[in-house]
């Protein structure tokens, strides 16, 4: 048997000190616990007491305001701001101005199948995915899932063309969900 080294038992000591925490509000032990949303400390005498606290402690982030930049609404200052879904630019007057730019979709040179009056743009989806859609939304609701090409297909004639990278490389499909055939 050798003998164990007890420096690498001191090293993390600081680790349990929040493990023996007391609630602020009836003085008993807290605990971790876990949610849907994440873990989080709790009182061990829930029900009674509800206290609850973060394990990781939010950092805050002071808004910054971006010079020379004029809000199209109101006229005040824009700046770089934290959301519940990551930075965003927005009115530095909120909550009386609630202006947010937004990124600028690409409006892609291919007119639309379905109503034949707007074009396709790139969008992303709330999970970060690219799709296309038509720039007249919500009047037409006609999405593709990938890169649209202008062309006709030769099989049914449907006006639009879908790029897709297949293993024997890049192909055009119709975009026509009927038909499908490659080109």
């Not at 606290?53 to 004029?70: D, L, Y």
């Not at 530095?92 to 409006?107: L, R, T, V």
């Amino acid at each position: 048997m050798s003998k164990t080294d007890k420096s690498l038992f001191s090293l993390h000591e600081h680790a349990l000190q929040k493990a023996n925490e007391t609630c602020p509000v009836c003085d008993a032990p807290l605990q971790i616990k876990h949610s849907k949303a994440g873990s989080f400390w709790g009182c061990s005498q829930y029900p009674q007491c509800d206290y609850t606290r973060p394990v990781k402690e939010a950092s805050q982030f002071e808004e910054q305001v971006i010079a020379g930049s004029e809000c199209p609404k109101c006229g005040q200052t824009l700046a770089v701001k934290q959301g519940r879904y990551g930075m965003f630019i927005g009115c530095s007057n909120f909550p009386a101005c609630d202006h947010i730019e937004h990124e600028q979709e690409q409006i892609l040179d291919v007119q639309c199948p379905n109503c034949k009056k707007g074009h396709l743009q790139e969008k992303n989806s709330r999970f970060g995915k690219t799709f296309y859609a038509c720039d007249t939304y919500p009047t037409c609701k006609f999405a593709v899932n990938h890169s649209p090409v202008a062309g006709v297909c030769s099989a049914c004639d449907y006006p639009l063309l879908i790029k897709r990278n297949m293993a024997a490389g890049e192909k055009l499909q119709c975009a026509n969900k009927k038909c499908g055939k490659f080109q």
